[in-house]
């Protein structure tokens, strides 16, 4: 409180000495270094401003600053403006080259004020620092020397010299530092890194400043080697070598190979595989896993196929550009018994004619295995009995021979199952069944089925038809059951023996003419079967040809009316009755059978109908009499039709005339043309017939025969010409696409004569073809991939076998080949000198030195050819890098490999080899200029383009891809307010443009590829922006008075005001003005420096404070403005005294309340303010004689709360009166007073009490009735009165009677006792009674009386009893007293309860106050009324006596929501009748 008077008075000087004396400005200039100790003086104010020192401390000198923070004070011994606080220049001039504290010098008497500049000089006092304290690079391996890298810039809060001056780099072998003036510093690779050496490089960068001694800062710089794919994996071992058991189970492990890689990464991961090499692929029977180098079974390991297996395998890194070894593994098979002996039947005769001998050979056998040692010795049985035996010729050759008789009629063929066992452990059989036919013996002749044979033939059936089908049986088999067929000499008379033809191997009886029903109905001729056999037999069978009539002949027309086309005329008389015979037509069919049945049908002209012919007898009659409406002439046409199949007919026309008289009519005969015996046109035709049925026939044999000679033209051109191979007696061939082979042989070849066909074999294996002694051939052997054949020839009669072996020899008819004609390999543009490229082998189909003897390639100047052959029966080649490649310069390098064999002269094959030179990230981008400018106008928008910057990498795909960025320096968050395209490297706009926060922003872009170890180079864009209007004038009040007295006098100082525009020149030169009507204006004391001062009346009962707009436009165009409220607080004067709301305050008090207990709370209001609003309560005594009050009640001086000193009685005391008296804390303090009325409200603390003849407390009292009494019958009244007033004096009375007796009632309000109903002859005679009399209050107080109710027969025993009642004097008795009070109390509860439902009425509002309150209740002597808004319902309870007409009035508070209205019925029941409206006029409820 004291500090803020102080201060308070010191601006009230302040203000006096600047606009109540004349004052002056000036401006002064001192300097301290920033850190300077506490009392450091920074100059001598009384000599600058040529003061007595002695007047110093007359004229109040003071240092005023407008800084939160006071940093200079003034000796006024001295005259000394020394330091008073630790001043730290960063802190109040960050980023700021110049730093300066401007202060006031204010002098009293007269008034002077001073502007001084406090110039604060930078010492060194901060080291350089880096934004983080390490800075990790991460350097590809293949880095070349010369690469740069940016450095990031160290800070110095310093300024000038003491700021960053030089960097250092501790020694290593690496790197060397670049710094270019301070501004930028970058690491230069001087040595090519290598990670397998060194993987990490920890280097230390120093900046040091230039102070006295210099300050210094590190960065520590984490140079992370990234490895590149510069290293081959190495096998552990040259050769692996390891054994499998054949027929090993899939997944077996053989062995693991393991390479490793000095590499990192993906490219230490190693891949292995197989290499497939000539016809081997390993993959069909191992597999290796690509991750461990696993090798395991994946398919048949066979010692029979493969004794041992030479794998090469190949691991390959993951690195992008991969590098791979080669390595060999041997795997060696041992041999299992699991293969079973095979029989092989090299030859087999049969069929073996029946009668052959015992001992002749059947077969020749022959039984392998293709195990060794003793898994391959063998033995061979016959299993079963059969008529044959197993001879052991040689080894293990056997010869199956006869053994016994054979019956071709009882078996024809034998099923010979032989056995044969190895000595295996455990051994293995096989079985073979040699099916041996039974030739036959021809002893049986060809058999008809039957001994006639009739054959019916359709007349002019074509030349050639088939008339029947001969079979005969022959029993026997093949030659001896071939059956042909013959005619016999022996035929029907005139058929000539060419009229009919049999086929001989069929049997189909073919006729050679046409046969005419007509000239010929039946022939028969005879058919002989005879077989092949020899001798051979036959026998005869007779064929009866029977010829069918078929429709081939029309109807033919007998004369008189046979001449075709002809008219004939016949004449009827006019009288001609019906039924009268005009003519008969006949006619004949040369056919036979229904071919021969005729029938006559008759047309006549349209609309005639006069005739009718039979169509059977071919009469023609009328069939009326003539008219003399028909014609003279009729037209008639007579068609005869045949009943064949397809009908056939004649017509004839006739023409009827009628005539008058019968004499007239005359028959006329016609000519009927008698034709000569010649050569007719049927036999012409019939020749024809055969004669083109015969050419047919040979033009058809020829045809198949070309067509049989020709077959094979089309099938072999699939895949090649058949090789064909002739001979004298015949020739073989055999067809690839057929995979069969074709044997002809001469007609002379005799059955014992051996074929020997000459080379060429098959292209596969070849099977040799011998024939046998039934002109057939076997497949005997198959010729085995060797230069050695093994030959079988068989001789016959007797059956014998001979071995020998043909040895072939090679001649060099085959060049080398590679499997594929041209290969691509993809070298890494960083492999080293010395890599290998694994190159695939040629293939030569020649063996010995005819093979492939070398290599050769063709010349280039990178690539030399290792060639190796190491004891292998074929040479390997690989391709070794002698000259680095460099893709930049020839990405495709194209080589040819030519492989020779050892022939003379020697056949050589190609191979074409393209290797493609795989980029690397060797290349850094390349900007195309070190510096870019622009100029930028600030408050650009987002998205403006600023400039482009380009590179150029030489590299292809992602290595020559760039990804430009920014790269911040020196903590420079200016960079932020821009945004580069990261793909096109276009620079846009991405943030505030401030002109005012920096003039020129330099940015550092980074151009880095996307390689797997990026390169990235550097360049600086420089942006300056230019000033825009832009910032508005900022208003900053350096100093406000905390309160301004509502009297302080015109041209008071309120407050000093700054004005700041942070553009530049015009845009920053401002006008200051006061906007709103305010008692206050604005003074310019110095440049943009203003003093708000008084400039009219205070009042702060009016306003107790102002806001005081001011508003600041500058020069700018536009202009620009700011405006700035201050809030300017009036401080009160004490004019004002305590106010009471009331002049007059009613307090109600119950009575029986604690002593201590607050009963009323006085408040009082003071418009002024503070100390002056501050207000304390006391009592006045009225009657100071009286000190009554002051042992009543008390009141606390500050609250005001009212404390009752003793518990009040309503019976006693009903009211009291006293004053209070409210007093400000001003100086001079003013006081009010106040009147205080307590009304004592009544509490319900007096029972009711029984008035006479009823008094006597726990006495029976006796009443009697007549048994006649009447319902209703006045029995007796009881009477009490309570002490209390109001409700709490309400009483009401209750009746208890013995448990079944319903008697008697009482009345609740009355207390009068009458009976309900009659007496019967079941009632009792007494009737004890217990009346209940209880008041209304809370809780309800009561009292209790007995009457005992005696029943007589007559009235005149009723005897009224009197109790002693004391007589009173005439006198106001308390009772009077109580009834007073009693009436007073309702009529004030009655008023106060109006004026409570007008103050309700009036400041009602939807039911808020009672929205969640407890439910409402309502009393009354006859019931009450309560309602809940939880349940939203209305509860009504009556007393059994409320009367039907009564009507029931209950007092406010009223329900919430709508209420209903509800009344009474004739039946004691309610019911709801109206619906209360929501208005503000219900003011009751009545029921």
């Known amino acids: 409180m004291g500090r803020r008077k102080l201060l308070f008075s010191l601006w009230i000087n302040l203000i006096a000495l600047l606009f109540l004396n004349d004052g002056s400005l000036a401006q002064l200039s001192f300097s301290v270094s920033e850190e300077a100790d506490k009392g450091t003086v920074a100059g001598n104010l009384a000599k600058e401003l040529r003061i007595n020192v002695r007047d110093l401390e007359k004229r109040d000198l003071r240092v005023v600053s407008g800084n939160s923070k006071i940093y200079f004070d003034v000796d006024l011994k001295t005259g000394a403006l020394y330091v008073c606080d630790r001043i730290d220049r960063e802190e109040l001039c960050p980023n700021s080259e110049k730093c300066s504290l401007n202060i006031e010098a204010i002098l009293s008497h007269p008034t002077h004020l001073h502007r001084i500049e406090v110039e604060i000089i930078d010492v060194n006092d901060n080291a350089p620092s880096f934004r983080e304290k390490e800075n990790v690079f991460n350097i590809s391996e293949s880095s070349i020397p010369g690469e740069r890298y940016l450095l990031p810039m160290a800070n110095d809060a310093d300024t000038g010299s003491n700021s960053v001056n030089s960097y250092r780099l501790n020694a290593n072998e690496y790197f060397s530092l670049d710094v270019q003036q301070s501004e930028s510093a970058e690491l230069v690779l001087q040595k090519s890194l290598d990670r397998e050496k060194q993987s990490v490089i920890h280097l230390t960068l120093t900046a040091l400043d230039g102070g006295k001694p210099p300050r210094s800062g590190t960065l520590v710089i984490v140079v992370n080697v990234m490895d590149t794919n510069d290293n081959a994996p190495v096998f552990s071992q040259s050769l692996y070598k390891a054994r499998v058991t054949e027929n090993a189970p899939f997944q077996t492990s053989i062995l693991s190979v393991s390479a490793t890689d000095l590499d990192e990464g993906v490219n230490s991961e190693i891949v292995y595989s197989f290499i497939e090499r000539g016809n081997f692929n390993p993959e069909s029977v191992f597999s290796i896993n690509s991750n461990t180098g696993e090798i395991y079974v994946t398919g048949e390991v066979d010692y029979e196929k493969n004794t041992a297996y030479d794998i090469r395998i190949q691991a390959r890194d993951n690195g992008i550009h991969s590098k791979s070894v080669y390595g060999k593994v041997l795997v060696e098979v041992i041999d299992l018994n699991d293969n079973r002996p095979e029989i092989i039947i090299t030859s087999l005769m049969s069929p073996v004619k029946e009668d052959a001998e015992i001992g002749t050979v059947v077969a020749l056998v022959t039984v392998t295995d293709r195990d060794g040692g003793k898994n391959g010795l063998t033995n061979a049985n016959i299993i079963g009995s059969v008529p044959f035996k197993l001879k052991l010729n040689y080894k293990n050759y056997y010869s199956l021979t006869v053994g016994g008789p054979l019956d071709r009629e009882k078996y024809f063929h034998y099923n010979v199952t032989i056995m044969a066992t190895d000595e295996g452990s455990p051994p293995l059989s096989s079985m073979r069944v040699i099916s041996v036919h039974i030739s036959d013996v021809n002893d049986n ?853 013995p448990k079944g007796n319903n008697l008697f009632r009482i009345g609740t309000s009355t207390g009068e006792i009458r009976t309900k109903r009659r007496m019967s002859d079941n009632d009792l005679k007494s009737h004890p009674l217990v009346v209940l009399v209880c008041d209304n209050g809370e809780p309800s107080l009561s009292a209790t009386v007995s009457i005992e109710v005696v029943v007589v027969e007559n009235t005149a025993d009723i005897q009224t009893q009197f109790r002693h009642v004391p007589i009173k004097e005439e006198s106001f008795s308390d009772l009077n007293l109580y009834l007073l009070i009693a009436i007073v109390s309702v009529s004030v509860i009655f008023l106060l309860s109006l004026i409570t439902l007008m103050a309700v009425k009036c400041h009602r509002t939807d039911g808020t106050f009672s929205r969640y309150s407890a439910p409402m209740i309502t009393t009354h002597p006859d019931g009450s009324w309560s309602y809940s808004k939880s349940t939203q319902q209305y509860d009504v309870c009556f007393s059994s006596d409320t009367l039907k007409s009564d009507v029931v009035v209950f007092p406010a508070p009223f329900p919430p929501a709508d209420g209903d209205l509800i009344s009474i019925n004739g039946g004691d029941t309610f019911t709801r009748t109206q619906t209360l409206p929501s208005t503000d006029k219900a003011s009751c409820l009545a029921v």
């Not at 009827?656 to 036999?683: C, G």
């Not at 930049?888 to 050589?908: F, R, Y």
């Not at 020196?970 to 005012?996: C, K, L, M, Q, R």
């Not at 020149?1065 to 003074?1083: E, L, M």
């Open 445 to 1297: 002749v060809p058999i008809f089925s039957e001994p006639i044979i009739n054959v019916n033939v359709k007349e002019n059936s074509a030349v050639g038809t088939t008339l029947c089908t001969i079979t005969a049986v022959d029993p026997d088999v093949e030659e001896n059951a071939k059956v042909t067929y013959s005619l016999l000499n022996v035929i029907s008379k005139g058929i000539p023996i060419a009229s009919i033809s049999i086929n001989s191997e069929t049997g189909d009886i073919i006729s050679l003419q046409s046969f005419n029903y007509e000239e010929m109905k039946t022939f028969q001729f005879k058919v002989q079967a005879t077989d092949s056999g020899v001798p051979p037999l036959s026998s005869n069978v007779t064929v009866n040809v029977l010829v069918l009539d078929e429709n081939d002949n029309s109807p033919a027309i007998l004369p008189p009316y046979s001449e075709h086309g002809s008219v004939n005329s016949e004449s009827i008389p006019y009288s001609a009755e019906a039924g009268y015979f005009v003519a008969k037509i006949r006619a004949v069919d040369a056919d036979s059978g229904y071919n021969a049945l005729l029938s006559y049908h008759l047309s006549e002209p349209k609309g005639n109908n006069l005739f009718r012919i039979g169509t059977s007898t071919g009469e023609i009659r009328t069939k009326r009499r003539m008219s003399d409406n028909d014609l003279k002439s009729h037209p008639l046409v007579v068609l005869v039709c045949d009943n064949g199949e397809p009908s056939l007919s004649a017509t004839v026309s006739i023409e009827v005339v009628v005539v008058e008289n019968t004499a007239d009519i005359q028959t006329q005969f016609r000519h009927v043309p008698i034709k000569e015996e010649s050569f007719s046109d049927l036999n012409l035709y019939l020749l024809i017939a055969i004669v083109s049925v015969s050419v047919i026939f040979l033009l058809s044999l020829i045809t198949l025969m070309a067509v049989k000679c020709h077959r094979t033209d089309g099938t072999f051109s699939r895949y090649s010409a058949p090789m064909i191979t002739t001979h004298p007696d015949g020739s073989w061939s055999y067809s690839k696409s057929t995979q069969q082979y074709d044997v002809c042989f001469s007609s002379d070849t005799l059955k014992s004569d051996v074929v020997v066909f000459p080379a060429p074999f098959p292209p596969a294996d070849g099977d040799l073809i011998s024939i046998n002694g039934g002109d057939t051939f076997t497949r005997t052997q198959t010729l085995p991939s060797t230069d050695k054949v093994r030959v079988e020839a068989i001789v016959k009669s007797p059956l014998n076998l001979y071995r020998f072996e043909v040895k072939i020899l090679d001649i060099n008819d085959n060049a080398p080949s590679f499997r594929i004609p041209r290969i691509v390999l993809n070298a890494s543009e960083s492999a080293f000198i010395g890599e290998r490229f694994a190159l695939p082998k040629a293939f030569d189909a020649d063996v010995g030195n005819y093979a492939v003897k070398g290599y050769k390639l063709s010349q280039n100047e990178h690539f030399t050819l290792d060639v190796q052959n190491g004891g292998e029966p074929t040479m390997s080649a690989e391709m070794v890098l002698h000259k680095n490649l460099d893709r930049e310069k020839q990405s495709v390098i194209k080589l040819t490999l030519t492989a020779v064999d050892g022939g003379k002269p020697p056949k050589s094959g190609t191979l074409h080899i393209t290797v493609n030179v795989q980029d690397v990230n060797d290349n850094i981008p390349i900007f195309d200029k070190p510096l870019y400018k622009a100029v930028l106008p600030e408050n650009t928008p987002n998205g403006t383009a600023v400039v482009s910057v380009r590179a150029r990498d030489l590299d292809e795909g992602l290595n020559g891809e760039i990804f430009y960025s920014f790269i911040n320096q020196d903590n420079d968050n200016f960079v932020d307010i821009f945004a580069i395209n990261p793909t096109t490297g276009e620079i846009t706009v991405n943030g505030e443009v401030d002109h005012e926060k920096s003039n020129a922003v330099e940015i550092r872009v980074q151009a880095k590829d996307k390689g797997s170890s990026p390169r990235a180079s550097h360049c600086k864009v420089l942006v300056e922006i230019t000033d825009v209007n832009d910032n508005s004038p900022e208003i900053a009040v350096t100093s406000l008075v905390d309160f301004v007295r509502e009297d302080a006098p015109l041209d008071t100082m309120v407050g000093l005001i700054t004005v700041r525009d942070n553009d530049a020149d015009k845009n920053g030169a401002v006008q200051v003005t006061i906007v709103n009507p305010v008692p206050f204006k604005i003074k310019n004391t110095y440049k943009n420096h203003f003093s708000l001062v008084v400039d009219g009346t205070l009042d702060r009962e009016v306003a107790s404070y102002y806001n005081v707009t001011i508003t600041a436009i500058d020069e700018g165009d536009p202009p620009l403005s700011g405006t700035s409220v201050i809030t300017v607080q009036v401080s009160d004067v004490n004019d004002n005294a305590p106010r009471f709301k009331d002049p007059v305050i009613n307090v109600f008090v119950k009575e029986n309340s604690p002593v201590g207990a607050v009963i009323y709370t006085i408040t009082a209001d003071d418009p002024d303010d503070d100390e002056n609003a501050k207000v304390t309560f006391s009592v006045i005594n009225t009657n100071p004689k009286n000190n009554l009050i002051g042992s009543v009640v008390n009141i606390n001086s500050e609250t005001g709360d009212i404390i009752s000193l003793q518990s009040f009685n309503y019976e006693e005391m009903k009211t009291f009166q006293f004053k209070v008296q409210a007093t400000d804390s001003g100086v001079p303090p003013l006081s009010s007073n106040v009147t205080v009325n307590v009304l004592v409200l009544d509490e319900n603390d007096n029972s009711p009490a029984i008035l006479p003849p009823y008094s006597e407390h726990g006495s029976v009292n006796s009443e009697s009735i007549p048994y006649s009494a009447e319902a209703g019958y006045f029995v007796a009244k009881i009477r009490a009165v309570d002490a209390d007033s109001g409700y709490n004096a309400l009483l009401s009375y209750h009746l208890s009677e």
